[in-house]
């Protein structure tokens, strides 16, 4: 009788075994996936996308030339894309970056604590090739940590900027390069 009992057993457990590797696997295919934990935002104006975790909420952007904004629910990370178009055509994405820096680290709590950690550095991020780069700086005596792509589309520069109040940790840089590599020019227009 019990060995009659058994094979059904062992038969059982090598289901359950191969079913939780299965699951295993399954979790770690999905977790690994960007696009499958996340999900687009697409700009009021309908010429740019930018795909941020699933349990991210949008928000007001910093900036008046914020097109896409979204953070944690605990606001400690956020992600703002924004399409500046008032600066000098003359200007190159070069100038425009070190402009950038040069704002960044006035609305700093002081600009000479902040350090690029990260020099631009040209690069392809997903569909766009433009600048990429690092920061700390601090807010309200928060430190923060910025990645920052900027590019040239719709007749304009372009910026993603992912930011993180807190320590800078690797799933923090993974996900800010997930959602700078999201990044998608919808329509493509000259002003």
Known sequence: MLRI????????????????????????????????RSYEIISYNNLYSLRVPSDWKKSSGASKNAVIAAETPSASMYAMMSADHSYDEGLT?????????????????????????????????????????ELDTSAGGVPVHMWDFMFTANGGYVHIDVASSGQDNASQAETAKNIISSAKVLKNQTQ
């Open 5 to 36: 009992l058994k094979k059904p057993l062992t038969i059982i457990l090598i289901l359950f075994i191969l079913i939780g590797g299965g699951g295993l696997l399954g979790y770690r295919i999905i977790s690994a996936d960007f696009d499958m």
């Open 93 to 133: 994405l070069e100038e425009y970056i070190n402009a950038y820096i040069a704002k960044i680290g006035e609305s700093s709590d002081n600009a000479l604590v902040q350090t690029v950690t990260v020099q631009p550095e040209q690069m392809t991020m997903g569909e766009n090739t433009g600048y990429y780069f």
